[in-house]
């Protein structure tokens, strides 16, 4: 084995590493939530926290979770459930931003209804898809445009604060009666 | 001969009337115009401005939600052929999760009537057939005023989710724009989703439950 492909090894070890301790913080986030339902859209750096949902311990009696087959569906769902007074949350990547826009800004903020997602962020270091930087890397942009209020959880917040900082943007989101995201970068960059 | 459509106007009064007392979403444009022209404001209808192709997604959330409630009765969503089209994948997220309360109307004249009258594709489509397909627990579509009152017994009488299509024409009663600020449509229509439960307080965002505690 060369030194290379040691060093390559090693930075692979350290990135699982990574994201499985950010992908737990996230995962103790939503429980601490306890949303009734959980809306999701597929994505490979979700994986772990996705599995914990679909069929792991957070797939609980009492708690329904499905998948949406667009981010504006599951926008539109969960404005209807918060008017029921249910407690949804929204799991997706970043790269879906551009089709919820709609929904959001015609139904969600104009008509006061909180809602939680949980976007994961993809393009960066360390992203092995040659073309989603494009979408994602405006991710930020995009919000601020719209309007919407969103926190970023990276290395820049130590991982042991990220739960609370979820739960803190739930909060957020009924105080002030409008959609708030959480952008969480699981990949390490 | 081609037998006479019913008038969307005639099939929103008739709606209104058999769902006094039941949460009832309306599409945006002329559905929710011409409801407010032969009902009024209604405490049960939520009026969606705009959100095109969201209609039935709201509807499913709230069926979802009120699933385990007292409220008693169905969940109606009042939606056009252009805007089901605009997201017709709800419809297989319908059939997957199977809110027992949910009963859809969609009102089909053919055509985007609030814009100018441009096609959409749904003549060439089997509404009926594609929410079977989708595991919907029935459909059914109807052309006349006894059709659809047959239609409608049969639906509030059968566990959901299920669908009426209703072939309408396109006229269109005179109407003025509606311009109410959507918060205050979102909290009329909670205030009266609370004062229809028996037990209002299992609404905890519109009982007043607080999340984040004391404090000023």
Known sequence: MTGSSIIAEDEREGQQEILEQRSAAVIAGIETIDPDHVLHLASSTLKIVLSHFIDGPGARPGRRVFAMPREEEGVAIAAGLELAGARPVLIFQDNGIGNLLTALLTLCQPYHLPLLAVASRRGGLGEYNSLIHTISERTEALLDAAGVRWFQLDARTPVDRWAAEIERAWAFARTTHRPVFVLVNLMGS | ?216
Not at chain 2, 59 to 80: F, H, I, M, P, Y
Not at chain 2, 170 to 176: D, H, I, S, Y
């Open chain 2, 1 to 216: 001969m081609t037998a006479a459509r019913l008038d969307r106007a005639q099939v929103l009064s008739f709606i209104d009337a058999a769902a006094p007392d039941t949460p009832v979403v309306l599409s945006l444009g002329g559905i929710a115009r011409e409801m407010l022209a032969v009902a009024g404001r209604k405490g049960n209808h939520f009026v969606s401005l705009d959100a095109m192709g969201q209609t039935i997604s709201v509807a499913l959330g709230l069926a979802l939600g009120l699933e385990n409630s007292d409220t008693t009765g169905k969940v109606l969503a009042v939606e056009g052929d252009g805007s089901l089209l605009m997201g017709l994948s709800v419809l297989s997220t319908v059939g997957h999760l199977k809110p027992r309360r949910l009963l859809v109307y969609v009102l089909d004249n053919g055509v985007y009537l609030a814009t100018g009258g441009q096609p959409t594709a749904a003549a060439d489509i089997d509404l009926v057939t594609v929410a079977t397909a989708c595991s919907w627990r029935g459909a059914r579509e109807v052309r006349t005023a006894e059709e659809l009152a047959a239609a409608t017994d049969w639906a509030l009488e059968t566990e959901g989710p299920v669908l009426i299509r209703v072939r309408v024409g396109t006229a269109q009663l005179p109407v003025r724009y509606f311009v109410e600020d959507p918060a205050i449509l979102a909290e009329d229509f909670r205030r009266w989703l609370r004062s229809s439960m028996v037990t209002p307080d299992l609404h905890p965002s519109i009982s007043g439950r607080s999340e984040a505690g004391g404090g000023i």
